[in-house]
């Protein structure tokens, strides 16, 4: 298998890796791994050069949603078959990969907002919320955007008063709350599209000596370790989970498309949601 892995980015991102070399060493699956730094280019280099050496199956997350459709053609002609895993693309050719295994990401962005409908259902408003966005383009940033988005409409006391990306890191997630700091001079809660951001955000906002989980409420989506040890001690409010342990189902999946056999098209991780005492009982046994 060719897996062209979206970068190291994210505690998520670093379990997810982990988890798919496992995997393949356990299921006896010659992984060529190659990680293209958050950058496209790099991607679509790490496909042509294992469509050269003839894999069997290739399987990547894709950074971003569009663009994919020269190369994934190219993989088609060579007669072998493309697996997305985590991310989705937005080509319209769907014979262009064969089945997509990974999270349905505007439903993590409807739990986020279902959460903050529900802590401020008595409040008067207005809400005012600040957004860490994912990776500008990447499917995450766009459905998770979105979800929340559709949610949040129905009340307009919600009011999201500033909109950056973070680029789903924790140094950008610190950059870019200091910003919104500096920039909103009332902020009621941070909506973080992944924990490393909401990590970064909660330094950059006790270092404006504020109280992160109280004078701004948190909200983010991954359900890292790290981010339920900050739930833990009152950080984050509500965190959605996405599960990024995928490496066995990607091998099960990868060994029946080499056989020949029928695969879905679409398989959806499952996944839970945590309040603070949740994440406090589940600390200790947390794989990732
Ligand atoms: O595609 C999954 C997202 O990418 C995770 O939420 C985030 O942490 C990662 O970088």
Request: aromatic share 6%; glycine share 8%; with cysteine.
């Amino acid at each position: 298998m060719g897996f062209s892995q979206v970068g190291a980015e994210s505690g998520w991102r670093t379990a997810n890796t982990k988890s798919i070399q496992e995997s393949a060493k356990k299921a006896g699956v010659e992984l060529k791994f190659s990680d293209a730094q958050q950058k496209q280019e790099n991607q679509i280099k790490a496909i042509r050069s294992f469509i050269q050496q003839k894999v069997d199956v290739i399987a990547f997350s894709p950074v971003v949603e569009s663009g994919w459709d020269t190369v994934l053609k190219e993989a088609k002609d060579a007669h072998i078959p493309v697996i997305l895993t985590d991310r989705s693309v937005d080509s319209k050719d769907e014979s262009l990969y064969v089945s997509f295994l990974g999270s349905d990401f505007v439903e993590e962005g409807k739990k986020a907002g279902d959460w903050l409908v529900k802590e401020y259902a008595s409040a008067a408003g207005p809400v005012n919320i600040v957004q860490l966005e994912g990776t500008t383009g990447s499917a995450p940033a766009n459905d998770r955007k979105s979800g929340f988005a559709d949610v949040v409409k129905a009340d307009p006391k919600f009011k999201v008063v500033a909109s950056q990306t973070g680029d789903f890191t924790r140094a950008k997630g610190k950059e870019v709350m200091q910003a919104f700091l500096k920039s909103q001079p009332k902020i009621d809660v941070l909506y973080a599209h992944n924990d490393d951001m909401a990590l970064g955000a909660i330094q950059a906002i006790e270092e404006a000596g504020k109280k992160p989980g109280s004078d701004i409420k948190i909200v983010s989506v991954d359900g890292v370790k790290d981010a339920f040890t900050a739930m833990s001690q009152g950080k984050i409010n509500y965190d959605v989970e996405c599960n990024p342990l995928l490496g066995d189902q990607l091998m099960d999946l990868a060994k029946k498309v080499k056989a020949g056999e029928q695969v879905p098209r679409r398989i959806k991780t499952e996944e839970g949601t945590f309040t603070p005492d949740q994440a406090t009982a589940a600390l200790p046994n947390r794989q990732y």
